[in-house]
């Protein structure tokens, strides 16, 4: 039976160089800086590229975040994986946790983290399962 975690994340979204590319070009690298309130106490870090389309409203981008704290009173780390896909103002987004990538109290984690953002708050769902140890 799947856990839920919920509960808000506050995100910084430094901007990196991206080799080969002109200044202000369709693509940008970003580095993740986030801190996680509520069934997960944590903070992320990671990197994510993006590619934007060329009509407004088109563009993607993938990153890979190393989360690190305390879920459901468990201490660990683990890794989320982002594919995200915007077609002309229609959002898709997938985060899944990474096979293998739980540590300490969190190893065998497998799930799926959801966002959403209200009134300029980001807010998430996590949905996760652990082994019976």
């Known amino acids: 039976m799947p856990n839920i975690a919920t509960g808000r994340f506050e ?11 002109p200044e202000n070009g369709p693509m940008g690298r970003r580095s993740l800086v986030k801190r996680f309130m509520g069934d997960l106490e944590a903070g992320g870090s ?21 989360v690190t704290g305390n879920l459901h009173g468990k201490d660990g780390s683990f890794v989320l994986i982002h594919r995200g896909i915007m077609n002309r103002g229609e ?6 946790v990474v096979p293998d990538s739980g540590t300490d109290a969190l190893t065998g984690i497998t799930g799926t983290f959801r ?6 708050v980001h807010y998430y769902d996590f949905e996760y ?4 140890v």
Do not use: H, K
């Open 11 to 21: 995100v910084r979204l430094p901007t990196l160089p991206v080799e080969g590319e």
């Open 46 to 66: 990671g990197q994510m590229l993006m590619a934007m389309g060329q009509v407004p409203g088109s563009a993607g981008y993938v990153a890979v975040e190393r």
């Open 91 to 96: 959002q898709e987004l997938l985060i899944t």
């Open 115 to 120: 966002i959403r953002i209200e009134n300029g």
């Open 129 to 132: 399962e652990l082994p019976e």
